[in-house]
């Protein structure tokens, strides 16, 4: 239960009844009328400001309308005070038992507590990593990798039906390029060249991609195929062959990888299959039958002219009609689709599949290529379709402050995979989390392994250690006692009456709406920043049970007092695994 959202609907009957009285005018738009946790404690339990965004439509001054609203809501049930703050906004105390049925909501939903229908199962697809597959993964698709993860989870929590998904971009000229680097290690395997001739055409830039892995890649072929291409120096006739290896063993990486990281996906899509099947000819007719393509010459580039720019005829998106700053083109000088032209195609197929809410999580570096995606999807569905592009900022990776730079497979960058060895893969999806996705982040191995309140996988990973622990002597103490979720979901919680056993009850009962709130603003990251406050709640809790005996959440002579807090306990636990299961991660039963 969201005991928010039951506030809210409370406030609502509140302003119903003083319009069915006449106090206030008919048709008050109550949608923007807020029921949340005050920004002090001390001010209260649920605060709103109903007063502030209802005074213009209701023809009263905020703070007249607010001390009208606080006579009526110290009448509703449960509120203990009501009390106008500021210019306007109102504050409600509440009754403690209100957190204490939300503790015994907890107990009895397990980690399904806080699971909502917000989404009420709309169909939404998150796209997330699509790599090209010319390499190992680096650090920053591990980013993109766990923040699509963690937010289709977190959807699917908040009651979206998700769909995760992965775009293969196997068309392009990079493909193309690393088939080129391919062939290469594969001489080297047969002995034709040395990897210094492999050195040497990186430095003369004959080849793009030179990382020695690519020399299993090309075992792997020599395997297959012997010396078949060794002696073709014709690339039209071993580039397409290649390629289609190289694409297919780079993707096997990249899944054994991403499995790695507890990353997977629903669809894997090919850009190359969407190409053959005629999906860009189709989708660029519907946007030439809706009359939104022409044929014109865009204006130079803004700043400085490239030399070999040179304006010439194209087809033409008419992005600016969707809030683009230009209009986009579809075709290159050579007569082949741009990207663009292919990522449309993709986008309306996403469509034809029935995804009208899309999430799309993009490199920093995709930046600048959002408005005109967006303004094709609005195309394709007549202004009906949505598409929240998440950007995911630089990873700088650090060993005691010291960067690294460098990998042992790579070359020249640090690899996904050599961060989960490094750390463990609970590790890096927590902290990849730990910031939202459009600030840079530093991750320092040193750091995200230390065992201190700064770091905050341990933090929160502590406070659920501490939980199990408490558990294992209590089982020792009370042998007979049941201790399952279910037996003590029927403590006396009466006996929770410390302000600080109050505070974590409340914690508890803002889980909900946070994930609905993190849900709808498709930010994952505000489930650590809860996590960690809970935590050092839990603590604070636990550290002032060792400073005052009769604070212990195991009291030997009292049963029923230490069962109520074991329940408190155990709801932290509970609260913190949903969380973390949220973020793929493991929670753990002791700390070593």
Do not use: C
Request: net charge negative; proline share 5%; aromatic share 8%.
């Amino acid at each position: 239960m969201n005991i928010f959202a039951t506030f809210k609907t409370r406030i609502d009957a509140v302003i119903g009844q003083l319009v069915a009285e006449g106090a206030l005018p008919a048709g008050l738009d109550l949608s923007k009328v807020a029921a949340e946790p005050p920004r002090e404690a001390a001010h209260g339990d649920v605060s709103t400001n109903a007063a502030m965004v209802l005074a213009k439509p209701a023809g009263k001054p905020p703070r007249d309308l607010a001390t009208l609203l606080v006579e009526r809501l110290k009448q509703v049930t449960d509120v203990t005070d009501a009390s106008v703050a500021g210019p306007g906004f109102i504050n409600l105390k509440i009754a403690d038992n209100i957190w204490r049925d939300g503790l015994h909501d907890v107990l009895v939903q397990g980690t399904a507590y806080g699971d909502a229908d917000v989404g009420k199962g709309e169909p939404i697809n998150v796209e997330y990593v699509s790599a090209n597959p010319t390499g190992p993964m680096h650090v920053g698709h591990a980013r993109g990798a766990v923040v699509g993860d963690a937010l289709a989870r977190l959807l699917s929590k908040a009651g979206f039906a998700v769909t995760k998904e992965y775009y293969i971009n196997d068309a392009g000229g990079q493909v193309d390029n690393v088939a080129a680097a391919l062939r290469m290690r594969y001489l080297q395997v047969l002995g034709k060249i040395t990897a210094d001739d492999v050195k040497g055409a990186l430095e003369r830039k004959e080849i793009q991609y030179g990382g020695e892995y690519l020399i299993p890649a090309a075992e792997a072929l020599v395997a297959r195929d012997g010396d078949k291409w060794a002696a073709i120096e014709d690339p039209a006739q071993w580039v397409p062959a290649l390629r289609d290896f190289t694409v297919a063993f780079m993707m096997k990486i990249v899944k054994e990888d991403l499995a790695a990281l507890g990353v997977q996906h629903d669809v894997f899509t090919s850009e190359k299959a969407l190409v053959t099947a005629g999906k860009v000819n189709d989708a660029l007719k519907f946007l030439a039958d809706a009359g939104l393509t022409y044929t014109g010459v865009l204006e130079p580039p803004k700043g400085k002219t490239p030399d070999d720019w040179e304006p010439r005829p194209q087809l033409l998106f008419k992005a600016t009609q969707f809030g683009d700053e230009v209009d986009r083109p579809l075709a290159k000088s050579d007569g082949s689709w741009t990207y663009f032209a292919a990522d449309i195609a993709y986008h309306k197929d996403k469509v034809d599949r029935g995804f009208t809410n899309l999430v799309n999580i993009w490199g920093a570096d995709h930046g600048g290529y959002v408005k005109r995606v967006k303004a094709a999807l609005s195309a394709l569905t007549a202004g009906k379709g949505q598409l929240d592009v998440l950007l995911a900022q630089m990873v700088r990776i650090f060993n005691n402050g010291e960067p690294v730079k460098m990998s042992k497979r790579a070359g020249n960058f640090v690899t996904m995979r050599d961060l989960i060895d490094e750390v463990g893969k609970d590790v890096v999806r927590f902290i990849m989390l730990t910031r939202k996705n459009d600030a840079p982040l530093d991750f320092d191995y040193a750091k995200v392994t230390e065992k201190s309140r700064e770091n905050p996988v341990f933090y929160v990973q502590y406070a659920h250690a501490r939980g199990r622990s408490v558990f294992r002597h209590a089982a020792e103490m009370f042998p007979t006692a049941d201790l399952s979720d279910a037996g003590l979901a029927k403590a006396d919680f009466t006996r929770l009456t410390d302000p600080d056993e109050i505070g974590v009850m409340r914690g508890l009962a803002n889980w909900p709406r946070t994930v609905e709130g993190a849900a709808l603003a498709h930010e994952p990251h505000r489930l650590a920043f809860y996590m960690y406050d809970l935590a050092s709640q839990f603590h604070a809790l636990w550290n002032k049970g060792n400073d005052a005996a009769e604070l212990r959440f195991l009291q030997a002579g009292d049963q029923a007092v230490s069962t109520a807090r074991l329940a408190l306990v155990r709801g932290v636990g509970l609260v913190i695994a949903s969380g973390l299961k949220v973020f793929g991660v493991d929670p753990v039963e002791e700390m070593r």
